[in-house]
């Protein structure tokens, strides 16, 4: 293992290069390289080192990954993330003859400097040694490499009903995919991954808003600047999903963007300051996307606090447990009629009576199907029931008559269990 050099509970690193020096003969493997390199740079008196706080990082490791924060300025001279890939790519190359499989990935700019996932762990001595050899890429750097970061991300919300945005991407085939991996299949190309994220990101950020990212494995942190569209698909390709957050204070606005596996996006914005109308024009952005590439989507009541699905409680006859598990019917079903939804030929083909709607042709055989009084589906409504609490159940519009006669227009078009039964996308 790499010679360590405790001084004030750190275990200090070396600010140089990783080629060989000079003196370097009868082993150049990465471990002693960089021991001879600690040793020949305390000889020298040269004190300006990265720390590795290697408590911190176990603090953040999760299984085979542990996030951590390169927490310097660099001396005024904060590295691109391009620099950052550079580096850890040829430490990762270097390690990897050893049997070190250690990498990094998903670089984010947060609130205390460069963060990022090491992965491929099988003991915290890879991490170390990986640390240690990506320190010294850093001449005269002083500052730590800790675990972390971990923020709460938005702790404040506003429990009144506003309006979400639900798109469901086309997918690779998920009958080809084992039963097993089916709960956790993204199934989106590389390029349209990144375009979504890059969607996501710009949809999201508010001039002046604070931002977090979140990748679902105990990680929510504050982010910096608008650079991090790499790093998302990184985590989706990695988790299979992700949460954007977007907050301005006084009055309390905030966006939340949301990516789930089966190719499921989901936007929400909460904003007192505008009326219905503008809430409803910047969620509705999400079905134009790439309507081509996507299955089916639709604007919806949602709640101002929690995650984007709780629209399943509102389904007149299946619950979200039931789309999870048979997605492939959205090419051509639906869960329940909405005021503005993007559909396909083969749904319009199930449809029962859409002359009251207004349809819009899109490329790819997709349509845009919007109720031509839309104040009456996305005005703002009331949730609670009659002991005043919130409740999912009620997050529909405040008509009953005109849900009843919507159902019926897109009649054999929404899923009932009959429909599974009877359209078994596994069989």
């Known amino acids: 293992m790499i010679g360590r050099i405790i001084e004030s509970g750190f275990f200090h690193l070396v600010s140089l290069v990783m080629q060989r020096a000079p003196e370097e003969s009868a082993d150049d493997s990465p471990t002693a390289t960089a021991q001879r390199i600690v040793t020949n740079r305390l000889e020298k008196g040269q004190r300006h080192m990265l720390e590795i706080d290697l408590r911190s990082l176990k603090r953040f490791r999760t299984g085979p990954r542990v996030r951590f924060v390169l927490a310097s300025d660099f001396g005024g001279r904060v590295p691109e993330e391009d620099t950052l890939r550079t580096i850890a790519r040829e430490v990762t190359e270097r390690l990897s003859p050893t049997g070190n499989p250690a990498c990094a990935a998903q670089w984010v700019m947060s609130s205390q400097g460069w963060a990022g996932w090491l992965n491929g762990l099988r003991n915290l001595d890879d991490a170390e040694e990986w640390f240690n050899l990506f320190a010294a890429s850093f001449s005269r750097t002083d500052g730590k490499i800790i675990g972390g970061p971990r923020e709460r991300g938005l702790s404040e919300f506003d429990w009144t009903p506003t309006l979400a945005g639900n798109l469901y991407l086309t997918t690779a085939d998920m009958r080809a995919v084992d039963s097993d991996e089916r709960g956790w299949f993204w199934g989106i190309d590389e390029t349209m991954t990144r375009y979504v994220c890059e969607q996501m990101m710009y949809w999201a950020h508010m001039p002046g808003a604070t931002e977090w990212l979140a990748n679902y494995v105990g990680d929510s942190f504050e982010t910096r600047g608008l650079d991090h569209v790499e790093s998302m698909a990184e985590m989706v390709r990695d988790v299979y999903q992700l949460r954007l957050e977007a907050a301005l204070r006084e009055p309390l606005r905030y966006r939340t963007a949301e990516i789930k596996p089966h190719g499921s996006v989901a ?142 227009d897109f009649g054999d078009m929404i899923i009932t269990p009959s429909t599974i039964d009877t359209h078994n996308p596994w069989r």
């Open 267 to 408: 936007i929400r914005v909460v904003d007192p300051t505008v009326g219905w109308t503008d809430r409803l024009a910047l969620v509705k952005e999400i079905l134009t996307w790439s309507a081509p590439r996507s299955d089916y989507g639709y604007v919806r009541h949602c709640s101002g606090i929690g995650g984007l699905d709780d629209d399943g409680k509102t389904w007149p006859h299946i619950d979200e447990a039931h789309v999870r598990y048979n997605r492939p019917l959205l090419t051509s079903f639906v869960p329940d009629a909405y005021g503005i939804q993007l559909l396909t030929d083969a749904h319009l083909a199930r449809a029962h009576d859409l002359s009251d709607w207004d349809i819009t042709p899109l490329d790819g055989g997709r349509h845009l199907v919007m109720a031509r009084d839309l104040e009456s589906w996305y005005r703002p409504i009331d949730d609670r029931d009659e002991n005043g609490q919130h409740s999912p159940a009620l997050l529909l519009p405040d008509n009953p008559d005109l849900i009843a006669k919507a159902r019926t």
